[in-house]
């Protein structure tokens, strides 16, 4: 497998801690979002993901872009270990949280829209910075609240072992973190934050661990 | 099972459609996000969902927020008529059409979003529309190349039966015509949503036949 990825893309960050958590092996095709006025925007990248947004993972004869539909697709070809819960309602839970970062947060603090608020608007990097982090105390306050004091809720996310909703927390929290959100109000994701830290496949998937890190 | 909906909130119609498709009889209960300051910022929302968001679902004792999470419950707990391809390549390019609109272009374009652009960082409305249009046009663009001349698109985004991508379109694709973007580089996506318009799944989750549209 072919991973398409920015080490500092918090969505291909994602998918690099559940191949990791599964044990798979791929290669990391680097796509430098900000040289050459951004790698993702060439035409090369556009014919493998018209999105030109990375991840794209190419496994055989399928390229697939966008994280979420990567770590379902990875989940049903290779299901051990199970990032998912076995219940119905669990994988609800879990595919829950992790959406309100994948949709609720992340879509909205992206590299591109960030641009478009300083270039297109000129917004003012006060008023982009304080944009940037509404919106993740926006939604880590949602989800602290759908994780605190629920019997659900274990050393993990859902339970004693790390899944969906672990691997999109952990690269919005670093985030979160390079921002200077306050994450005060939030002791039960910093706790599951801690936690998965501990974890050789989310230290390996960390940004600074990338062949593409600088 | 209960809906909580907004007649006009396409992450809601999305479920509606899904809904209908699989034939599942479930009660409207309406969030005006409009009226009373937004009822979906209430305390007595904000309990059932922390997000603030809808659509929320109440299946028993499940109770889950985010509509693609809602969308992969409703798959696994009523598998027919499917909603996502037998094969895992497949599901993955379901799915990936489907979250460019859940993750790349709604979330941008979401109330809440218009409102903080509006109200935080008084941008015209002039600019809140060409914002607006920018979102909708990139995803439905990547989109487009992603089904014309593609052997896996058919009558519906992929093959012959509706699915996760379509219902996830056509309510973009209303949205995108309520705010006057340019669908003339998109025929696949336009033949795509006539064709779903035919369909009396899509017919009556549409919100002017909600209980709730005005």
């Known amino acids: 497998m072919k991973l398409y990825s920015y080490f500092r893309s918090s969505a291909a960050y994602r998918v690099r801690i559940a191949l990791n958590l599964k044990g798979l092996r791929y290669e990391t095709m680097p796509v430098h ?16 993901n018209p999105t030109a947004l990375v991840p794209t993972l190419v496994d055989g004869d399928l390229t697939v872009g966008q994280s979420m539909a990567i770590l379902e697709y990875l989940e049903e070809t290779h299901p051990e270990p199970a990032l998912l819960p076995a219940d119905a309602p669990g994988r609800a839970r879990v595919r829950a949280i ?5 949709c609720d947060i992340h ?10 608020l300083k270039h297109e608007m000129n917004v003012s990097e006060e008023a982009k910075n304080a944009w940037y982090r509404h919106w993740v105390v926006e939604g880590l306050t949602a989800i ?5 004091g629920k019997p659900q809720t274990g050393r993990y996310c859902h339970g004693d072992r790390p899944g ?15 921002f ?3 994450l005060g109000a939030m002791p039960t994701i910093v706790r599951i934050d801690a ?13 600074a661990n990338q062949p593409d890190a600088e």
Chains 1, 2 share one sequence.
Do not use: M, T, W
């Open 180 to 182: 200077e959100c306050d």
């Open 144 to 148: 602290e609240k759908l994780l605190a």
């Open 107 to 116: 879509p909205l603090d992206n590299l591109r829209v960030l641009r478009y």
């Open 98 to 102: 992790a959406q309100i970062i994948a």
């Open 195 to 207: 936690a998965c830290a501990e974890l050789p496949a989310f230290q390996q998937a960390a940004p």
């Open 33 to 48: 979002l900000l040289r050459h006025g951004g790698e993702q925007l060439s035409d090369a990248y556009r014919a493998l």
């Open 164 to 178: 969906f909703a672990d691997l999109c927390l952990v690269p919005q929290v670093a985030n979160a973190r390079r």
